[in-house]
């Protein structure tokens, strides 16, 4: 799956903060969801313009 810039820092931010997961648990679920409705969006996104070019 492809990532964009931004995304590829946040998941490099996100793989430093699981080091300190203790103050960082809320943080990260937070991010994981957002990060999932991200690819959910452009995958369904991409389906669309799929289908259209059909």
């Known amino acids: 799956m492809y990532f964009g810039g931004l995304e590829s820092?946040?998941?490099?931010?996100?793989?430093?903060?699981?080091?300190?997961?203790?103050?960082?648990?809320y943080y990260s679920t937070t991010l994981t969801a957002t990060?999932?409705?991200?690819l959910v969006t452009r995958t369904m996104a991409a389906t669309l313009a799929f289908q259209f070019t059909i």
Not at 35 to 38: E, F, G, H, L, S
Request: net charge positive; hydrophobic share 55%; aromatic share 10%.
């Open 35 to 38: 990060m999932a409705a991200i």
């Open 9 to 25: 820092i946040i998941l490099t931010a996100h793989v430093m903060k699981l080091s300190n997961s203790n103050y960082y648990i």
